[in-house]
């Protein structure tokens, strides 16, 4: 099993400029998450999804959105990037189960995103 | 709310054993979980605390108090590989059990 994967792992964006981050997990988790860590902030929960076909809010969702189309894929959009989204970005999956409170949420290894 | 404390840095010594503190103040609260997070790679599961006490896991144990809002992970034997951030994390209830709130993190060297 690959666990959870990202990609890209870099990308540089002008300010003005769209993009997605693809993450994909397969190991059949109901529970995606998308976070982005900055220096001194700690991870921080932009958006969630709890199934295929939902989303919903986190901590910091302004100026992103995003999808989950299918179960094993979680996406992220940023529709014009500026300068303050320049981060780590980290895709993370929970197994989900009802009533579970060890529900472990495992990461992805990551996106460096730079936006000048 | 969560509000989630924890020191920015610590330094020990190989071998030695380290205690890295977490305080916490939400407004719900199903559970602490501590990860490790090496420099420039994804963070990595270590513990979870649901209940009063600790939990041992090899060289690692984690200790929770949910009456004062504290918990802490006890690194013994400590090794260079144990160099890495590490970050306390609250998942909240109700609404809030999907999410889980972390701390800043403890920046942890190991010197020789």
């Known amino acids: 099993n690959a666990g959870v994967t990202q990609t890209p792992k870099f990308r540089v964006l002008k300010t003005g400029q769209s993009m997605t981050l693809l993450c994909a997990q397969d190991m059949n988790h109901e529970y995606m998450y998308w976070y982005r860590q900055d220096p001194g902030m700690g991870l921080r929960l932009i958006h969630y999804s709890v199934g295929e076909g939902t989303t919903a809010k986190g901590e910091v969702p302004d100026g992103y959105n995003v999808s989950r189309l299918k179960k094993q894929n979680f996406l992220l959009g940023l529709e014009s990037a500026a300068p303050s989204q320049t981060s780590v970005y980290f895709c993370?999956?929970?197994?989900?189960?009802?009533?579970?409170?060890?529900?472990?949420?495992?990461f992805g290894p990551g996106t460096r995103l730079t936006v000048l | 709310g969560q509000n989630i404390d924890q020191p920015t840095e610590m330094t020990a010594t190989e071998g030695a054993i380290v205690q890295i503190n977490c305080t916490y103040q939400?407004?719900?609260?199903?559970?602490l979980f501590w990860y490790q997070q090496h420099a420039g790679e994804a963070p990595t599961f270590l513990s979870y605390?649901?209940?009063?006490g600790l939990e041992e896991k090899g060289r690692f144990s984690s200790f929770l108090s949910r009456s004062k809002g504290y918990s802490y992970l006890l690194l013994k034997e400590l090794q260079m590989k144990d160099s890495a951030s590490y970050l306390c994390?609250?998942?909240?209830?109700?609404?809030?059990?999907?999410?889980?709130?972390f701390g800043k993190g403890t920046k942890l060297s190991v010197i020789p």
């Open positions: 605390n649901v209940l009063d």
């Open positions: 993370a999956s929970s197994e989900g189960l009802a009533g579970v409170d060890t529900d472990t949420q495992y």
């Open positions: 994390a609250v998942k909240g209830s109700g609404a809030g059990s999907y999410q889980l709130t």
């Open positions: 939400t407004s719900g609260f199903n559970g």
